[in-house]
């Protein structure tokens, strides 16, 4: 839950209150504080600064989201739960900024990943099969159409009105 600075920061105090350690030859405290900047760094390889990005994105300040999110040079190397809260808040980003086949990517890498919970993955599912109406890929907005309707039972009452809503505007476009 810290930027990349904060991050350094605090891996800087620790390397000091190491070697102060050291220098006091009270080796113990040197190797928890060495210990707190490995678990510094794996966090940030792990963690990355998905839960900072998250609060920003649910005010809708997606600029500094995003800014949050590029501190994030190997998405690939966070854990699985963040990965696809990381590709689920980027193609929110993307979607706002109308940059709709980089959302699609997005989501669709999303729905590979658990999220929070099953409405998430149903909303991202949703927001594919939306993105590709708007271009005209009928055939891949019903399987992922279907995708969601799979899930159906474990969704709110919420997505289940904008699956209907989706399933009657393919419908106009049958084929």
Do not use: C
């Not at 605090?10 to 080796?27: C, E, H, K, R, S």
């Not at 390889?45 to 998905?50: D, H, W």
């Not at 980089?102 to 927001?127: G, I």
């Amino acid at each position: 839950m810290f930027t990349n600075q904060a991050r350094i920061g605090v891996a800087v105090a620790f390397g000091l209150l190491m070697g102060f350690f050291i220098y006091q030859q009270t080796y113990q405290l040197a190797a928890i504080a060495l210990l707190f900047i490995g678990l510094l760094i794996w966090g940030y390889f792990k963690e990355g600064t998905i839960i900072l990005a998250a609060k920003q994105f649910h005010v809708k300040n997606y600029e500094k989201a995003e800014a949050l999110l590029l501190q994030i040079k190997r998405p690939e190397w966070l854990s699985k739960k963040r990965r696809g809260f990381y590709e689920f808040i980027m193609g929110g980003i993307s979607l706002h900024k109308q940059e709709y086949q980089a959302a699609e990517q997005h989501y669709e890498v999303a729905t590979q990943y658990p999220l929070r919970s099953v409405s998430d993955h149903v909303a991202a599912l949703v927001h594919i099969v939306n993105i590709n109406i708007r271009q005209g890929n009928y055939d891949k907005a019903r399987a992922y159409l279907q995708l969601a309707e799979d899930k159906g039972e474990q969704v709110n009452a919420k997505m289940k009105a904008v699956i209907d809503k989706l399933h009657k505007e393919l419908q106009l476009h049958k084929n």
